[in-house]
Every structure is written in C-alpha cells, then in structure tokens.
C-alpha cells in the first residue's frame, strides 16, 4: 500500500532524482577526462537528451526508473493508491519517451537510454557509454 500522498510521494521522487545526479555528475566528469565532448539538455532535439555528442550524432538520455518505468525493476514499482492517476501519467512518460528516440532516429540520431538504478555503478556505466559512442 502506498502510505503516501500524491505530494509527498513527489516530493519523494524529486528527492531520490537529485541525489542520483552526483553519479550523474560523475559520469560525465570521467566521459570529459576521456575526451568525449558533449553538450548538455538539448532543447532542440526531441525529448531534450542529457547528454548530446553533436560530432557523433548521438545522444544520451539519463532515465529516472520512477518516471519512465524501467521494465522490471524495484525502483520503477507504481505507488498502489492513486493507481489510475500514476497509470495514465506513466504511460503518458513512455509513450512519449517512444516517441522521442523514434523521431531522433528518424533524424539520423542513435540514442541510448541509461537507468537511474545502473548510475549506482558509474564505471560500468561509463564503460557502456565508451563503447556506445565509439561504435560506427
Ligand atoms: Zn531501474
């Protein structure tokens, strides 16, 4: 059961983002160092990806597992009161997360999604990222 109010439980979900962006930082600092350079949310692609390497024509989406409801994972469980309102958004995020690497594709853009919960282990993550930005 879901013991929480609608705000509070966003006000939970804030709170977990803003702690997980220090791994976030520090992928990006370890991406830098390796001379990968990037752009940050860019406004004028679709979706505003968290990290863009115009050079390369890729792009990184830095996903919260809550919002964008990372497939089987304990973080991305729905709350279980105000279920149809947190459905219906839910679905809403995906959707529209869909839609965005469709249309950066289209635009000739590859993309990659990294997870909240993978930001727990930033080496590896960098890794995955070294080897996505160097593929042809
Ligand atoms: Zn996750």
Known sequence: MDTFSKEKRS???R??????SQAELSVRRMLHQAGFRYRLHVADLPGKPDLVF???RKAI???GCFWHSH????AARRPSSNVEYWEAKLERNAKRDKENRKQLKNLGWK???IWEC???YPDAVFSKLTHFLDEM
């Open 118 to 120: 993978e930001l727990k």
């Open 111 to 113: 993309t990659i999604v």
């Open 71 to 74: 497939k089987n994972c304990p």
């Open 15 to 20: 709170a977990v983002k803003s702690k997980d």
């Open 11 to 13: 006000e939970i979900m």
């Open 54 to 56: 115009p050079s390369r």
């Open 61 to 63: 989406f830095m996903h």
